[in-house]
């Protein structure tokens, strides 16, 4: 009897991991565009209404994001600019980060204008009635694509100055890391 029960555990043994293997395939083929066909429809085209409404909300909402972090950019960057003065009274070459600090406050002006470019979108939202519902399909696809293209350009905008600044600070403290001053070894002995 138990070398049937062998049997019975290696056989189920294979069979399961033939279903596990096959399980990793995909389910459906995937298909190339036919020479005739000049490009697939972009993903913004079919996307159901009540998706597109969910998206307009979450662009909505950071959309409003973005704007509480350019409220607090200023306040960040008058700390910063506090910084590299007590820095510089102390003796420190500030000139790398106080010249990255600028460019990044220049870019945040840049990029703050076309949020503020950005809010006859947000405000006249086309396509989309007051509660978000869609009115029309094209023009609130349009109106989603404006707000992403609205993101993207600001990031673009300020990605450049803040690495910059992050790495000039980053070799500002590299370089002005204080030496000599090691933990004394509080091993009670």
Do not use: C
């Not at 298909?31 to 066909?37: G, M, Q, R, V």
């Amino acid at each position: 009897m138990s070398k049937i029960m062998m049997w019975f555990k290696k056989i189920f043994l294979v069979a399961m991991v033939a279903g596990l293997g096959l399980s990793a395939l995909p389910a459906t083929s995937a298909f190339a565009l036919d020479l005739n066909d000049t490009a697939a429809p972009s993903a913004l085209e079919q996307i159901s209404n009540a998706r597109l409404e969910k998206i307009w909300a979450r662009e909505q909402a950071r959309y409003m994001r973005i704007g509480r972090l350019f409220d607090r950019t200023d306040i960040r960057i008058a700390r910063a600019q506090k910084l590299i003065d007590k820095a510089k009274a102390n003796g420190k070459d500030v000139s790398t980060v106080q010249s990255a600090l600028d460019a990044f406050a220049a870019a945040v002006k840049q990029a703050k204008s076309v949020y503020d470019g950005g809010q006859s979108v947000i405000a006249s939202h086309q396509g989309f009635d007051n509660a978000g519902k869609v009115t029309d399909a094209t023009q609130a696809k349009a109106t989603v694509k404006s707000v992403v293209d609205t993101f993207k350009q600001i990031r673009q905008i300020v990605e450049g100055p803040r690495k910059a600044l992050r790495e000039a600070v980053k070799a500002f403290r590299d370089a002005n890391k204080p030496t000599g001053t090691s933990v004394p070894n509080q091993s009670g002995g």
